[in-house]
């Protein structure tokens, strides 16, 4: 596969209203020269755009597994998930100390 990677700026208003939109356009031509097109003006994240839980879930997951086992994670990311429902936040202290 030939994949050719470009980068331009400049000329759209809809993508240059930064630091209101992290905007991105992402065009794609295949050897064919079928062409495809991706906008996104409010990334995932942004207050109109918000991430779901699951969304939160597992970019915890993704970013903890560079330094945190497994369990831990699971452990941290439960206790992270049930603090307006905890009494004590020990437990999760431990696991963040551990």
Do not use: W
């Not at 208003?13 to 495809?36: G, M, Q």
């Amino acid at each position: 596969m030939d994949i050719r990677v470009g980068q331009r700026s400049g000329g759209n208003p809809r993508i240059e209203r930064f630091p209101e939109t992290l905007a991105s356009i992402v065009e794609v031509e295949t050897k064919d020269r079928r062409k495809f097109k991706h906008e996104v003006i409010y990334p995932k994240g942004n207050v109109k755009n918000p991430m779901t839980r699951e969304d939160v879930e597992k970019k915890f997951r993704a970013l903890g597994a560079v330094s945190i086992t497994g369990d831990r994670c699971e452990g941290i990311l439960k206790g992270l998930l049930q603090l307006g429902q905890s009494e004590s936040i020990t437990g999760l202290c431990d696991l963040l100390r551990s």
